[in-house]
């Protein structure tokens, strides 16, 4: 056997196509389709009524290896990510040494070669430690055999100015791109939600929208006066789509994401006290969750990022103040888009290939992933079902933590192939 031929799937939702998975490559020549056939040496997929996506890219996850493994590993998480159609993920650099040297970004690069699931790009840390107080080894990090080429200090803000200015002028003799977690940090203190009249309800903390939108309006201008590339992590109100999109709008190299939580989900969850709707930043308003999906649908914001973060179940199972911020989500975020964005007709599927394989790979500059499936484009494939629906059961997760917000929640489709390079990692929904 030497490749795969996928019968009958409707490339990015179009007429039903044969495509041949041959030495890497996608190989669409209907002679040299039909030969393989007639050869008898492939494996044949029947792809009928099934949408055939190239691999997904996400720019935001966390794998938390090395040193929390208890939570994640690279080899599980790419797993999970295998399952959600993705073959490429951008792993987050606040693991245990923080990857803020070479040395480390390697470990994480090398650890998810050999597992062979997924393609891992490791985020390299803006600042040592993700303190704060000074630049990380961008340089290295770079230079490394990981190539890294998005910086990040996810979890917290670079709030410094002066040194945010500083790592988006570094970052520009690699190509690189700076990945923001817009969070004031001394407007969100002890923040433990969205502020507003439900959170002085609740009692709990608020976490005001202008604690997000005043970072990047910040970092918009700085990025705009230094001529860097900017990216705004996990965007969650309409306040800050609007400086995007006047950012957008002056021509500075502005890119943002939003997570399949902020578009479905809404503050009024943590009404139920359960730390399970726990994350950084919060959920948000349904009048928040309108204007992101909106601004998906416009191109204001670039791609859809999954924030996959797994916690084990002690760090998740106590009251609300105590528990750790996160939610995992590589495994329903093609699902939780369908149900948001294609079923209400505000994205096509051509649009969500852009939105969550070609803009990530684009801005993540990973050249491999995030190519149209045409003739001789790398053999990265998803095929997807957005005929069924299923109910979430988090047992059911790959993942080694199980804290999502959707078990127990019908959501549509199912991803039932994935291929890496023409190699399967999940067939029949299972992986391969």
């Given at each position: 056997m030497?490749?795969?031929?996928?019968?009958?799937?409707?490339?990015?939702?179009?007429?039903?196509?044969?495509l041949?998975?041959q030495?890497?490559?996608v190989?669409?020549d209907?002679?040299?389709?039909?030969?393989?056939?007639?050869?008898?040496?492939?494996?044949?997929?029947?792809?009928?009524?099934?949408i055939?996506?190239?691999?997904?890219?996400?720019?935001?996850?966390?794998?938390?290896?090395?040193?929390r493994?208890?939570?994640?590993?690279?080899?599980t998480?790419?797993?999970?990510?295998?399952?959600?159609?993705?073959?490429a993920?951008?792993?987050m650099?606040?693991?245990?040494?923080?990857?803020?040297?070479?040395?480390?970004?390697?470990?994480?690069w090398?650890?998810?070669?050999?597992?062979?699931?997924?393609?891992?790009?490791p985020?390299?840390?803006?600042?040592?430690?993700?303190?704060?107080?000074?630049?990380?080894?961008?340089?290295?990090?770079?230079?490394?055999?990981?190539?890294?080429?998005?910086?990040?200090?996810?979890?917290h803000?670079?709030d410094?100015?002066?040194l945010?200015?500083r790592?988006?002028?570094?970052?520009k003799?690699?190509?690189?791109?700076?990945?923001?977690?817009?969070?004031?940090?001394?407007?969100?203190?002890?923040?433990?939600?969205?502020?507003?009249?439900?959170s002085g309800?609740?009692g709990?903390a608020?976490w005001?929208?202008?604690?997000?939108?005043a970072v990047?309006?910040?970092?918009?201008?700085?990025?705009?006066?230094?001529g860097?590339?900017?990216?705004v992590?996990h965007?969650s109100?309409a306040?800050?789509?609007e400086?995007?999109?006047?950012?957008?709008?002056s021509?500075?190299n502005?890119?943002?994401?939003?997570?399949?939580h902020?578009?479905?989900?809404?503050?009024?969850l943590?009404?139920?006290?359960?730390?399970?709707?726990?994350?950084?930043?919060?959920?948000r308003?349904?009048?928040?969750?309108?204007?992101?999906?909106a601004a998906?649908?416009?191109?204001?914001i670039?791609?859809v990022?999954?924030?996959?973060?797994?916690?084990?179940?002690?760090?998740?199972?106590c009251?609300?103040?105590?528990?750790?911020?996160?939610?995992i989500?590589l495994?329903?975020?093609?699902?939780?888009?369908?149900?948001t964005?294609?079923?209400?007709?505000l994205?096509?599927?051509a649009?969500?290939?852009?939105?969550?394989?070609?803009?990530?790979?684009?801005?993540?500059?990973?050249?491999?992933?995030?190519?149209?499936?045409?003739?001789?484009?790398?053999?990265?494939?998803?095929?997807?079902?957005?005929s069924?629906?299923?109910?979430?059961?988090?047992?059911?997760?790959?993942?080694?933590?199980?804290?999502t917000?959707?078990?127990?929640?019908?959501?549509?489709g199912?991803?039932?192939?994935?291929?890496?390079?023409?190699?399967?990692?999940?067939?029949?929904?299972?992986?391969a």
């Open positions: 030497t490749g795969y031929l996928i019968t009958g799937a409707a490339i990015l939702g179009g007429d039903p196509t044969d041949l998975l030495d890497g490559r190989v669409l209907p002679s040299v389709v039909e030969r393989s056939r007639d050869d008898g040496d492939v494996e044949v997929v029947d792809a009928t009524g099934l055939a996506l190239p691999g997904l890219v996400d720019l935001h996850t966390h794998l938390r290896e090395p040193g493994e208890d939570a994640e590993t690279v080899l998480g790419t797993q999970a990510a295998a399952m959600g159609g993705f073959t993920v951008h792993a650099a606040n693991t245990e040494p923080v990857a803020d040297t070479a040395g480390v970004v390697e470990q994480v090398r650890l998810g070669r050999e597992g062979g699931y997924c393609d891992v790009y985020v390299g840390a803006v600042t040592v430690g993700l303190a704060g107080q000074r630049l990380a080894e961008l340089g290295a990090m770079a230079d490394s055999a990981a190539r890294v080429r998005v910086f990040s200090d996810d979890g803000c670079v410094d100015a002066v945010m200015r790592a988006l002028e570094y970052v003799a690699f190509d690189g791109v700076v990945a923001q977690h817009a969070q004031e940090p001394r407007l969100t203190g002890n923040a433990q939600m969205n502020e507003g009249e439900l309800r609740l709990l608020g005001p929208a202008v604690a997000e939108e990047i309006a910040r970092d918009c201008l700085l990025a705009a006066h230094v860097s590339r900017l990216h992590c965007v109100t306040g800050s789509v400086i995007i999109r006047q950012a957008k709008a021509g500075w502005v890119t943002a994401e939003v997570c399949p902020h578009l479905l989900l809404t503050d009024e943590a009404a139920t006290y359960d730390p399970i709707y726990k994350v950084n930043p919060p959920l308003t349904a009048a928040d969750t309108e204007a992101l999906r998906l649908a416009d191109g204001t670039d791609v990022a999954t924030d996959h973060a797994p916690h084990p179940l002690e760090d998740k199972d009251e609300w103040a105590a528990a750790a911020f996160g939610m989500g495994e329903t975020a093609l699902s939780v888009v369908q149900e964005m294609v079923d209400p007709g994205l096509t599927w649009e969500v290939a852009e939105r969550m394989s070609y803009a990530p790979a684009r801005i993540g500059r990973v050249g491999d992933h995030g190519q149209p499936l045409e003739e001789g484009a790398p053999a990265n494939v998803v095929l997807y079902d957005p069924v629906r299923r109910v979430v059961d988090a047992r059911e997760s790959v993942s080694l933590s199980r804290n917000p959707y078990a127990g929640m019908e959501l549509p199912r991803v039932v192939a994935t291929f890496l390079r023409g190699t399967p990692t999940v067939l029949d929904g299972k992986l």
